[in-house]
C-alpha cells in the first residue's frame, strides 16, 4: 500500500507540542498507513516551518499538514503555499490549543473553521464527557461516546461562515466555575468537526490538551491523560486517515 506523507508543524504555543508530536508520531507510523516528518521547533524536526513549506520537493510529497503551532512562522508566503496545496486535495489537521492563534492569516482560519475570539473561553482542565453527535460519518462511525480529562474550549466561532460538520461535543457544566470566575455554557461544546477548503479536507481536532507543567489549568494537566482514552486515538488515527482521502477504518 502506498503509505501517506504526513508532516508535523510545531512551533512553542504553551503545550507540550514536544511532546505530542512524538506521541502522535509514533501512532501514526505504527497504523501502517504514514510516513511522518516533523518541522520547525522541535529535536527531532528535520528542518524549519518556512524551510518545509518553501521546499517544492517536500511540499508536493505531503498529504496532510498537521499543526502543533502558532502564526509566529506563519508568513504570507507560507500561508500561499499551504492554501495552494489544500484546496488542489492535500489535507490539514488543526490540533487543541492553535484555534486563537491565526488571525493575520485569515485562508488558515477558513481551514480551521471555528476560532477562538473575544467571548471564547475554556474552563479548568477537568472530567468531560465526549458525545458522538454523527455516527454516520467515516471518522466517528461506530463510536461510542467517552469520558475523559481535557480543557474544553467553549463558544468558538465560526468567523469566516464556512461550511463544517461537527461530528462530537462535550457538555460544558455551568455549574462548575473556572480559576477566572467564568462559568460553564450549559451548552454541548463542538469538540471535532470537519470542512472542505477547495478540493482538500480539513479536520479540527480541538481535544488533547496536555501542558508542560502544572500552571493552575487543573491538576494532572502535564500528563497525557487527555490523550489516553482509546476513543481518542481511534478518533485521531481516523482523523488522519480521512484527511488523506484513506479508508478510514482503524479500530
Known sequence: MNRKKVV????????DVIRIARI???????????????????PEATCSITEYMQDEKKVKETDLFFFLCADDYWSKENETVLAREVNSGKGVLFYHGVHPCFRN????????GLLWRETATHGDYNTCSVSITDDEHPITKGLKGFDTSDELFCLLENVHNVPLKVLATAYSDEKRE???GHLGTGRDEP???????GEGRCVDFILGHV??????HGLMENTTLSMEPEEFKIMLL??????????????
Open 24 to 42: 502522535l508520531t509514533k501512532w501514526l507510523s505504527e497504523c501502517g498507513d504514514f510516513d511522518t516528518e516533523i518541522a520547525g521547533i522541535h
Open 178 to 180: 473556572s480559576r477566572w
Open 191 to 197: 469538540v471535532l468537526t470537519v470542512g472542505e477548503y
Open 8 to 15: 508535523f508543524l510545531v512551533s512553542p504555543m504553551g503545550h
Open 238 to 251: 481516523r482523523s488522519c486517515q480521512w484527511a488523506c482521502g484513506l479508508e478510514a477504518d482503524y479500530k
Open 105 to 112: 492569516n485569515p485562508e488558515i482560519e477558513k481551514m480551521i
Open 211 to 216: 501542558w508542560t507543567y502544572y500552571t493552575g
